[in-house]
């Protein structure tokens, strides 16, 4: 990777990162739900996954979806209905009186959710395309490390923000509207997806 691209890369990993995206709502609603210490799984597993997309990607991933196209299309369709699932499972988080059956993403299912969102996707191709340059394998893994960098200190922003919501979200009614409000808006991330 050409060193004169770092400042416009560490900016496109930062306001990728830190923007509005299925990750980011997740975490916030994990934040108010669950608090920091026990998103921290969740967070890491955003960081570490993305990462390693960035990577996959980078090595190749591109080249098989120019070959196929049917694949990007029905990883499309995938990541929309899962994106969906996850809405409602956002929506119906608040657990019932005494049952605390609600649990935050772990590190697997976290980084295994980078594959299916659509952000994700778009900040892994539009990082490798525009930054890695003719670096091969060192310009890839440059972007990477960029991402690993500039990521987690992001999201953790979301998460800590929710966390500070816990005090206006005590109430059930409120919590619940809260996680009703983050699954909508998790639904409209969609939309550029289904804008198409």
Do not use: C
């Not at 980084?111 to 091969?136: C, E, H, R, S």
Request: net charge positive; aromatic share 10%.
């Amino acid at each position: 990777m050409d060193p004169a691209l770092l400042p416009g890369l560490l900016g496109f990993a930062f306001v990728s990162s830190i923007t509005p995206g299925p990750n980011n709502l997740m975490l916030l609603a994990s934040g108010a739900n669950f608090g920091l210490r026990r998103s921290v799984p969740h967070m890491l597993g955003i960081s570490i996954g993305h990462s390693f997309m960035v990577v996959v990607v980078g090595l190749g991933l591109m080249r098989l979806f120019e070959a196929l196209p049917v694949l990007h299309d029905l990883l499309t369709i995938a990541s929309v209905l899962y994106l969906l699932w996850l809405a409602w499972r956002i929506a119906t988080a608040v657990p019932k009186e005494g049952a605390s059956r609600a649990r935050p993403f772990s590190f697997l299912q976290a980084a295994a959710f980078q594959w299916v969102n659509p952000k994700a996707w778009y900040m892994a191709v539009g990082a490798i395309t525009l930054y890695a340059g003719d670096g091969g394998v060192w310009g890839v893994l440059a972007v990477a490390a960029v991402f690993a960098a500039t990521n987690l200190p992001s999201i953790s922003v979301w998460t800590v923000l929710g966390q500070q919501m816990r005090r206006v979200l005590t109430n059930p009614v409120r919590l619940r509207a809260f996680n009703w409000t983050m699954a909508g808006l998790l639904v409209l991330s969609l939309w550029p997806v289904l804008g198409r």
